[in-house]
């Protein structure tokens, strides 16, 4: 893997979930970045606990997602208990068109020790034991965004740089945001929060969330892998929010869970304030907020971290597509895109939080008749499922997607289905021919690479096959050459396809849909797809408009050689590996 760009023109200030997703992704698009952190090393606190199917599909593209799986413990629901008796629950392992069905488990802790090593895996490495004690911005028009000051935390030395780009993902209390003057708008609940993680005595669940609401405040236990359980618990403002001790969370757990229930020993108790706010903005010229920087949650729905991990990885390969060439205007979507995301899942764990709260005899009975209807009507299930999963984005407003080249140009579109692009592309299984050994199209974009999809409900021949091969000769041309796949998607075989994979020189990828979906698009004409390597649908166009359509791929412009020159390398398939190791699962 080339890599372009030197370390020091994008400064990573943070590296816990979302400093890391943001370097993985960089170095996977072949682009360095240094990485740098107040802390001696990863973190040993567990933290954030839950991983969505949202979060889970940006970690496999990232190529950790298998890792994270056989490290964690599957979650099958969550249940709401009010009055000792059980009021509401929702189940887990409903969604479609997901590798990741259900949440899963995964200390902070874990998630973080697992992209460190792929980041070392990467070639990247951590700076740790330093921090950004001075910065100031650098007005536009040079190489510059910023100069930052970094200082050994044992103080040993100071070091000045000058970055292109600056990503502060260094927490709530983020010195570079405060620095920017980024005004942090929102508040905190009038309420401490306590939690213990060890081994409890009673019938406590072993797969399930439970949510104990009572008049004293709320009860929250969740299973953790490898034995164990984490209680949760709000109480009223102490002043300073020092672990509480054993004595304290039995007392909490004798007051507010069934009876039954006893804590033996813990290994891990802290107590915190929660704030919900988010930044005015996430960004300020070339510097970038993401993850807790940009936005921080109640931690109900297990919201923040997995919001962060996909701020990581959108800031990332649009970077790395900026730094080798792109328009730097691609930019300029990341906070239209993630600024709404972070509100919706503020949102999301806000209206939770407020539901644990709630204190007065009337509104605790038509809160609990809400979760009762709710849950026998399914609506839980339908609505809430899908909400904290962040697994559905709609990025229509977004200049990152352009959408229908066909309806743009005034062109009459065909009748029937169309791609909806801003989505997030739907699964399909297909039988891989030539060029890829995936089996589904989720399969083929776990890559996390950029993808144009050529689709026929024809064979894969003629004007399709044609296509598909100007389509990578454009590609080989490109500085992200190595980071965009081409493959050709048909409705049935051609004479000899088959058996022979591609056409002879061609070495697109090539597949037959399994069941008429993605071909259904293409009744007449074969229809062109750019993918984005988040997956969702950023532009599509029939085949004729394939020149068109190139113009909003990052770095890629229409061929104008030969018709016969070379057609280039395989569409690979999987993540991309550290130099000089072979192409291989994630096992996700």
């Not at 757990?253 to 039954?260: A, T």
């Not at 909400?387 to 407003?397: F, M, R, S, W």
Request: hydrophobic share 40%; with cysteine; proline share 7%.
């Amino acid at each position: 893997m080339s890599i372009t760009a030197k370390a020091g023109d994008i400064l990573v200030v943070g590296a816990g979930p979302t400093g890391l997703a943001t370097a993985c992704t960089l170095l996977q698009h072949g682009v360095e970045c240094r990485v740098v952190d107040r802390r001696g090393g990863p973190a040993s606190e567990p933290k954030a606990l839950i991983l969505w199917s949202g979060a889970l599909e940006i970690l496999r593209r990232i190529g950790v997602a298998g890792q994270l799986r056989d490290r964690s413990l599957a979650l099958a629901g969550a249940s709401y208990w009010s009055r000792g008796r059980q009021v509401g629950a929702v189940r887990f392992g409903a969604l479609e068109g997901t590798a990741f069905p259900a949440p899963l488990c995964v200390p902070q802790s874990v998630t973080e020790s697992v992209l460190y090593e792929r980041l070392l895996e990467l070639g990247g490495q951590v700076d740790w034991n330093t921090e950004a004690t001075g910065l100031c911005t650098v007005p536009p028009g040079g190489d510059a965004t910023a100069e930052v000051t970094l200082a050994a935390r044992r103080g040993e030395r100071t070091e000045e740089l000058a970055p292109r780009y600056l990503i502060a993902a260094d927490g709530a209390h983020s010195r570079v945001r405060e620095a920017v003057g980024i005004p942090f708008e929102g508040g905190s609940y009038a309420r401490d929060f306590l939690l213990g993680d060890g081994e409890y005595g009673g019938r406590l669940p072993e797969d399930e969330v439970q949510y104990h609401l009572t008049p004293h405040g709320v009860l929250v236990v969740v299973p953790l892998p490898g034995g164990g359980h984490r209680i949760f618990f709000d109480r009223e403002p102490v002043g300073e929010t020092l672990p509480p001790d054993e004595r304290e969370l039995q007392r909490h757990l004798d007051e507010r869970g069934p009876s039954g229930w006893s804590l033996e020993r813990t290994w891990w108790r802290s107590t915190f304030r929660v704030h919900t706010k988010v930044a005015a903005t996430f960004r300020r010229g070339g510097v970038f907020l993401a993850g807790d920087a940009a936005h921080c949650h109640s931690p109900a729905g297990g919201q923040g971290l997995n919001t962060g991990v996909q701020d990581g990885f959108d800031l990332g390969w649009k970077l790395a597509a900026v730094a080798r060439g792109a328009a730097p205007e691609l930019l300029d979507s990341y906070e239209t895109e993630r600024r709404p995301a972070a509100l919706r899942a503020l949102r999301n764990s806000d209206r939770q939080t407020r539901l644990w709260m709630l204190r007065s005899g009337p509104r605790r009975a038509v809160r609990d008749l809400v979760l009762t209807l709710a849950t026998r009507s399914g609506a839980l299930d339908r609505k809430l499922v899908p909400e904290l999963a962040q697994i559905a984005p709609d990025l229509t407003a977004s200049p990152a997607v352009p959408g229908d080249l066909d309806a743009v140009g005034g062109a009459r579109p065909a009748p029937g289905p169309r791609p909806e692009a801003g989505r997030r592309l739907p699964d399909t299984a297909w039988e891989p021919l030539a060029g890829t050994r995936t089996r589904t199209a989720h399969g083929f974009l776990a890559a996390g690479r950029h993808a144009l999809l050529v689709v026929t409900s024809g064979t894969p021949t003629g004007t399709a096959a044609d296509t598909a091969g100007r389509l990578l000769r454009s590609v080989r041309q490109s500085p992200l050459a190595a980071q965009i796949d081409v493959l050709l998607l048909a409705g049935r075989d051609g004479d000899g396809v088959a058996e022979g994979g591609a056409e002879p020189g061609v070495r697109y990828a090539v597949a037959v849909e399994s069941e008429p979906l993605f071909t259904r698009w293409a009744p007449d004409a074969p229809l062109v797809l750019y993918v984005r390597p988040d997956g969702v649908t950023a532009a599509f166009a029939t085949a004729t408009r394939w020149r068109e359509l190139l113009r909003h791929v990052p770095t890629v412009r229409p061929d104008t050689g030969t018709e016969n020159a070379d057609t280039g390398a395989d569409a690979a398939s999987e993540p991309a590996p550290a130099a000089g190791a072979r192409r291989g699962s994630d096992g996700a």
